[in-house]
């Protein structure tokens, strides 16, 4: 026998041990430790699998959302400068500007110094905002936004009429073996678009139409509202993010009614974000824990569950022993670890949901990060599929709560309008909103309390959260560090409901 031939027989008889070894362990253990915990925490009201999570789907199957992909397809492919308008533009200590009121739309591109403008933007040479190398700054015309606004007209109505009878899911069974159905592309090219025409209708002073668009803009955020994947969700939030600036701008215009507030506070009520975000957590745990399950039982290797192909020759024989010691050595931890650090996550969304307080979960998320350090230790790399299945759980939770408090603050001028239009001033405190216009007093996601106003001597007022210090300033909107140049609310010492900029 050739040398190299019985070190092959070798390790195939050794794979072979192992496999009997695995088979035996299996047969012959008590519960894992697994098994336990999750016996302890169903007997809490916890559930692992799809099944308990999503009762099954009865009814006819829509083809709604093959249409939205058509249509935000058709959209994707008419400019290529679009997306990069800026329609809401904070400046600084408060003050923010609409796009609308501009004698051009500003925006960003990336392109070498000797580029040509691309025939969908032109540059022009404008004192103090010259384009320039790298990320440069165009100035896209009205005249051509109005011409592309007008060439999709048709699309734009055709989107208009689907989007308010929302599919709510994707109609995925969450397998991860199952292709998950596509669509983000095609929903950002369709809220760009939205965004866009509701600028051009207040550039344009026809207030009606650019309502009907900044509204289709919460109605895309109702479509796959129950798709639970973390990137549907992240998705929503960046939509609803999107409409929250352009209801800013919207309420810039003199020409909404009363009417169009009333629909706007109802749509800005129903857009939370956060109950969707906590079964979402549920869901990616039951999903991902289906693939701990393939792996430890046989049904699949580390390296596909990694997401890698499948090696041959002695890689091959190197992967089949490396599972082998995983399942009978390292499963139980890597996948107790998981669900742990999952359950954490999920416990810390239902506490913020449940008391409205980001500030109230920092000890916890504190607690979670720490526990995620071991990744970089030699035992944290025995937990291969640990590593690759914890997701950025935190930072999906703090954008979400802080698109819950500018919600709350845009909910909030959108009320506080409607009480001046009804009663000829801004009231004094925001518990004159209660209950005429709320139920309750809007409440300030950062830390728990409701939000903080000021009515001010010329009749404005200042509304205002505590900002991720969770420290009252008293609406002080100037930068929060002496070296940071503001882009949006959160960079100021509190976060304050912009004023505009008063044009010259």
């Known amino acids: 026998m050739q040398p190299g031939n019985r070190k092959f027989y070798l390790l195939v008889a050794v794979f072979l041990f192992c496999a009997v070894l695995v088979g035996v362990i299996s047969a012959g253990r008590s519960t894992s430790s697994v098994d336990k915990w999750k016996a302890e925490m169903r007997a809490k009201g916890e559930k692992f699998t799809i099944a308990e999570l999503i009762p099954k789907r009865t009814g006819p199957v829509t083809n709604r959302t093959a249409e939205l992909v058509r249509l935000g397809q058709s959209l994707a492919g008419q400019s290529a400068s679009l997306g990069t308008i800026e329609h809401f533009r904070y400046l600084s200590n408060g003050l923010a500007e609409a796009a609308w009121m501009q ?31 790298g990320f440069g700054v165009f100035l ?77 803009m919460f109605d895309l955020t109702a479509w796959h509202a129950e798709d639970y994947t973390l990137v549907g969700q992240m998705i929503r939030v960046a939509i609803g993010g999107m409409a929250l600036h352009s209801t800013w701008a919207t309420m810039q215009s003199p020409g909404l009614t009363d009417a169009q507030l009333a629909t706007l506070q109802v749509q800005l009520q129903g857009n939370s974000v956060l109950p969707q975000l906590a079964r979402t957590f549920e869901v990616e745990r039951a999903s991902l824990d289906q693939v701990f399950v393939s792996v430890r039982t046989g049904q699949e290797s580390i390296m596909s569950a990694l997401g890698g192909g499948s090696p041959t020759g002695w890689g091959h024989a190197g992967e089949q022993m490396s599972g082998v010691a995983w399942r009978l050595f390292l499963s139980d931890a890597d996948e107790l670890f998981y669900l742990r650090n999952m359950q954490g996550h999920v416990d810390v969304l239902r506490k913020v949901l449940r008391l409205r307080d980001w500030s109230a979960v920092q000890a916890e998320l504190a607690s979670n990060r720490a526990e995620l350090a071991v990744f970089d230790t030699w035992r944290g790399n025995l937990l291969f599929l640990s590593r690759i299945a914890i997701p950025n759980l935190i930072k999906a939770m703090q954008t979400a709560a802080r698109y819950e408090t500018r919600r709350e603050l845009t909910l909030t001028a959108v009320v506080l309008e409607r009480h001046r239009r009804r009663h000829g001033r801004h009231p004094d405190s925001l518990d004159k909103l209660v209950p005429e216009f709320l139920s309750a007093a809007p409440a300030d996601w950062m830390d728990g309390k409701p939000l903080r106003y000021r009515l001010n001597p010329d009749g404005s007022y ?15 909107a100037t930068d929060a560090s002496a070296t940071s140049r503001q882009r949006d609310i959160w960079d100021g010492r509190d976060a304050v409901w912009p004023r505009v900029l008063k044009q010259p």
Request: proline share 11%.
């Open 103 to 133: 004698p051009g739309l500003w925006g960003k591109r990336f392109s070498p110094p000797t580029a040509s403008p691309s025939p969908a933007s032109k540059l022009h040479a404008t004192p103090g905002r010259p384009p320039g190398a």
């Open 140 to 216: 896209y015309d009205w005249e051509e936004l109005a011409a592309e606004i007008s060439a999709t007209g048709p699309v734009l109505a055709d989107l208009h009429a689907l989007l308010r009878l929302p599919d709510r899911n994707l109609g995925w069974n969450y397998d991860p073996k199952t292709p998950m159905p596509r669509c983000f592309v095609e929903k950002r090219a369709i809220a760009q678009w939205l965004a866009a025409a509701n600028t051009y209708h207040l550039h344009a002073r026809e207030p009606d139409r650019a309502f009907a668009n900044m509204a289709a």
């Open 462 to 476: 200042t509304l205002w959260s505590v900002n991720e210090d969770f420290k009252d300033d008293g609406g002080d």
